[in-house]
T-cell receptor, first 113, second 116 residues
Framework: DADVTQTPRNRITKTGKRIMLECSQTKGHDRMYWYRQDPGLGLRLIYYSFDVKDINKGEISDGYSVSRQAQAKFSLSLESAIPNQTALYFC????????????FGPGTRLTVT | GESVGLHLPTLSVQEGDNSIINCAYSNSASDYFIWYKQESGKGPQFIIDIRSNMDKRQGQRVTVLLNKTVKHLSLQIAATQPGDSAVYFCAENIPPPGAGSYQLTFGKGTKLSVIP
């Protein structure tokens, strides 16, 4: 079974809708991350969490919110989706002492029409 | 612009040849440099890291070289195989002052295609 899972894998939604992307991990890692990937732009950090009570904004947090429901679960919400949020979204986890070695989920492809 | 970039967006190599993927960085405060591999339809996968006080590190069929004088990082893949076909990202880790947090800054990626 995959160590980092994301649901849904694909989602098409309309402008203005609220959508939640979910991430679960079985690696026992404290740290979790949400990234966005756009063609030609690489990966950009949206939010990251050191533990359940410690959540931090990344490079591009505007328009997004997150919730760390448990050590193993980290969800990303788009309160009112807009077309330029169409992208591939990745969740990742890491140990605290090797935060640069991150383990990524399979991604969620989100299309906002 | 991004502090981590790549010299070539695409690279094609013959199976069995060695591959070299290059990356330039601009932040002297970075303490770790990392290479990730992303196969089609999958999330990025950690390959190897190198600490800023090192200039070379070897893994299984891969070698990372760090030249701090010219702020250049490279990934060498020996005897390239079809399974090496992927997009390769370099990333740098810049520790904030006075904190134990780490954030990675990723480059845009190089697509490696292996010709059978």
């Amino acid at each position: 079974d995959a160590d980092v899972t994301q649901t849904p894998r694909n989602r098409i939604t309309k402008t203005g809708k609220r959508i939640m992307l979910e991430c679960s991990q079985t690696k026992g890692h404290d740290r979790m991350y949400w990234y966005r990937q756009d063609p030609g732009l690489g990966l950009r950090l949206i939010y990251y969490s050191f533990d359940v009570k410690d959540i931090n904004k990344g490079e591009i947090s505007d328009g997004y919110s997150v919730s760390r429901q448990a050590q193993a679960k980290f969800s990303l919400s788009l309160e009112s989706a807009i077309p330029n949020q169409t992208a591939l979204y990745f969740c990742a986890t890491s140990r605290s002492d090797r935060a640069y070695e991150q383990y990524f989920g399979p991604g969620t492809r989100l299309t906002v029409t | 612009g991004e502090s981590v970039g790549l010299h070539l967006p695409t690279l094609s190599v013959q199976e069995g040849d060695n591959s070299i993927i290059n990356c330039a960085y601009s932040n002297s405060a970075s303490d770790y440099f990392i290479w990730y591999k992303q196969e089609s339809g999958k999330g990025p996968q950690f390959i190897i890291d190198i600490r800023s006080n090192m200039d070379k590190r070897q893994g299984q069929r891969v070698t990372v070289l760090l030249n701090k004088t010219v702020k250049h990082l490279s990934l060498q893949i020996a005897a390239t195989q079809p399974g090496d076909s992927a997009v390769y990202f370099c990333a740098e880790n810049i520790p904030p002052p006075g904190a134990g947090s780490y954030q990675l800054t990723f480059g845009k990626g190089t697509k490696l295609s292996v010709i059978p």
